[in-house]
Each structure stands twice: as C-alpha cells, then as structure tokens.
C-alpha cells in the first residue's frame, strides 16, 4: 500500500504521549514536532490513527509543497498542482490558512482566499465548471501552513477535531477537553491495574476517558464521521475492519468519581451513560473532604477549581484541604494534580516529585505528581 506523510496535532505538553501511541498504529518514522507529530503510513495507519488515538486533535495529510517568491507565484504554483489526485469538481471544498514571518502574505485570510481561486480556475480550465466553497460542511478540507516562503498543502483526514469524541451531552461550566483528559492519565502512567479515583470530577471527563483507556475501548467508536469517509480513496471495508481491531479488555479495578455539585454530578452521569460506562463507574456526589474510599496503589487525579468564580480564600482552603486529605487519609496512593496557579499549589504542602506543563484551553497550567507516604517525606 501507498505511504503518505502525515502530521498529527496536538495540545502543548501531549507530544510524548502522543508519540507513543502512535507506534501502536504501525507509523513509520514517528518524530515530534511542535504540538504536532509526524509520522509516514499507509491508509491502515492513517484510519487507525484517527479511529484509535486519545491524544490527536486531527491527522494531516501532506500533498504538497513549493517555495514561492510572491503572491502571482503562491497563485501559479498552486494552480499547475493536480487537483484531480484529491477531489473532482463536484466536491464543495474549504480552505484553512496559517502564516507565520511571510513577508508576502501579511494574514492568512489572504492565503486561503489566493488558494481558493487557483483551486477554482484549475477545474474552470478543465470541466468548464467551478466547484463549490463551502466552509460549514465542506467535503474536501485543506491545509495551507506557510513560513517564510514554504507553503505546505495538507488534506485534513479528520474534519471535527478528534476532541469531540461525541459522547458528551451536557457540560459544566469548565469541562477538561477529551484530549486533555487522556492525555493526563497517559502521562500518569496508569492503564488500569490500579483503582482510579477523581474526586472533583465535574462532567465525568476524566473518570470516563480512563475506562475507555483501560477497556482499551476506540474513541472512534462515537464519531458519526471522519473527513477520510468523503475521500475518493476511501475504502470502507477497510475502514470497517480497522474498526474492529481493538480486543476489548475487561476493567479489573474500580473507577470512582464524586464532585460537591449535584448538578455536575448528573451532568457526569447523562456523559457516562452517553459513553456506555456508566456501569464502570462508582459515581457520589461528596465534597472530598468527607470522602472515603478504602484504597492502596491507586491513581488520583484531580482538576479541582482555579477560575474566576470562586474567591482566592475559599480556593486556599479547598487547595489546603486537598492537601491535608491526600497525606491523611490516603497514603500508599499516588495523586496528580492540574492547576494553573503557583500560589494555590503551595497550599497543597506536600512535595511533587514530578511535573508537566500543560495547557487547559488558554491557560498554562502544571499537572504534579504527589507520591503519597506516610510520615516526613511530604513535608
Ligand atoms: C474544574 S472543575 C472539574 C472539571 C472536570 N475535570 C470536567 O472535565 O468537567 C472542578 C470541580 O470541583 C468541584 N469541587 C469544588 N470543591 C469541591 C469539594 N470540596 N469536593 C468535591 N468537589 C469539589 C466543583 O464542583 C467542580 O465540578
């Protein structure tokens, strides 16, 4: 089979993981980028690749790339490339445009607009007629990347960013993205061989991303679509037969989610149910400091409030008693946590022994690990 070169985004700090599970598709010469990774590939990595990773946002296809001196050049040589290879006239098609230091195109807009025409004159020239731009549903999406002089011209094989696995129905008011979520339990390492436990769970995105990793369940399995499925070299039973790959694998240990709100703690449960997990996962509505879970070798991981709506005293407090519960009451576990603000990580008072940098949507945020003992080591 044919190998392409193909770019997988990602979020800032989710490279690595991302990485890793990529090598479980079958991509050759893997190497990470810049919240992106780059892989080569056939069509089997490229449906596994958007059927199976937990880390994407969305898989490229790279089809072209020129040097070009200004904008009539960018025009030509967009124009003398063979459109036909990838769509015919009557798919309706869009075009996304990034730029960075071009001293031709000061905004990318402009890009997407020169692209579009050359598009549109090629199959003018050949068919006589003009295919259509569409940007709510188009069938085709492109790619122009542009730095400097080099345009890079990608197939978007995944249309709606991978993050909308689809099982979410209803939201609070700051649900971790999916990919996020994955990405933080990969980075923790666990895989369930060990109970997991959120205790500020929200919308249920973190308690559910973690039974589908250790069910070794597809995100794919709840998309209604891929952008791929409108390609003309699209194969269905292939795809359909990537899809069937994944050997269930049955969920050995408990999977506990509580939050204070039992308005978040429905919302949770309508996502889990939504998901098919519900079953999976022993929901509560309990503040943390009267949880108690009977627990040893466990994972948690915690997304307590940083936001704008509660008062920096009452954060202190939640941030101090989060500390105090997790040396407490849990010893023998381990605890990661996601927080955007230093100052209310030193109101946890115990010693991290390992960090990331990870973004939650805009704001930068660590993601430490607390290895839980008793006595002096956490301080
Ligand atoms: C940032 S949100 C978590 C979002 C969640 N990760 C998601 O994806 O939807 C923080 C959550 O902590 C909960 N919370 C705040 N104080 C709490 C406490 N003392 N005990 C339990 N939950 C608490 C809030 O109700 C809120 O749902």
């Not at 992106?36 to 790279?62: H, P, S």
Request: hydrophobic share 35%; glycine share 6%; charged share 25%.
């Amino acid at each position: 089979m044919k190998k392409d070169k193909f770019i997988a985004k990602t979020l800032a700090g989710l490279e690595g993981v991302l990485f890793e599970e990529l090598k479980k598709t079958g991509a050759e010469n893997i190497s990470k980028g810049n919240r992106a990774v780059f892989f080569e590939g056939d069509k089997k990595v490229l449906y596994r690749a958007n059927f199976n990773l937990r880390t994407a946002l969305r898989i490229l296809k790279q089809i072209h790339s020129f040097k070009f001196n200004n904008v009539d050049d960018f025009y030509k040589k967009c124009f003398e490339f063979n459109w036909d290879e990838f769509m015919n006239v009557k798919n309706s098609f869009a075009v996304y445009s990034t730029v960075f230091n071009s001293k031709e195109f000061r905004n990318s807009m402009f890009v997407s607009l020169k692209m579009k025409d050359a598009i549109v004159d090629f199959f003018r020239g050949k068919t006589g007629k003009r295919p259509n731009v569409d940007s709510e549903k188009p069938e085709i999406i492109l790619n122009v990347h542009i730095s400097e002089n080099d345009c890079s011209i990608s197939l978007d094989s995944s249309g709606e960013s991978l993050h909308k696995r689809g099982y979410r129905v209803a939201q609070n008011e700051a649900p971790l993205s999916e990919i996020l979520a994955a990405g933080m339990i990969l980075l923790s390492g666990w895989k369930g061989e060990s109970d997991f436990i959120d205790p500020m769970c929200g919308s249920g995105t973190l308690p559910i991303e973690a039974v589908l990793i250790a069910t070794n369940t597809p995100p794919g399995i709840f998309r209604k679509e891929f952008a791929f499925e409108k390609w003309s070299d699209f194969e269905p039973e292939l795809f359909t037969e990537i899809s069937e790959e994944a050997e269930p694998v049955k969920l050995k240990k408990q999977i506990y989610a509580s939050d204070i709100s039992p308005r978040n703690i429905g919302i949770a449960r309508s996502n889990a149910r939504n998901a098919h997990v519900f079953n999976y996962i022993n929901f509560s509505v309990t503040d943390f400091n009267d949880l108690k879970i009977k627990t040893n070798g466990s994972t948690f991981i915690i997304n307590p409030p940083y936001g704008e709506r509660l008062n920096f005293k009452d954060l202190e407090q939640t941030y101090s008693m989060i500390g105090e519960r997790l040396k407490h009451q849990y010893p023998g576990n381990t605890a990661w946590i996601l927080s955007s603000s230093k100052g209310l990580f030193n109101k946890i008072g115990l010693k991290y022994s390992e960090k990331h940098q990870l973004y939650n949507g805009a704001l930068l945020c660590d993601f430490r690990k607390y290895d839980l003992f008793t006595g002096k080591r956490n301080g």
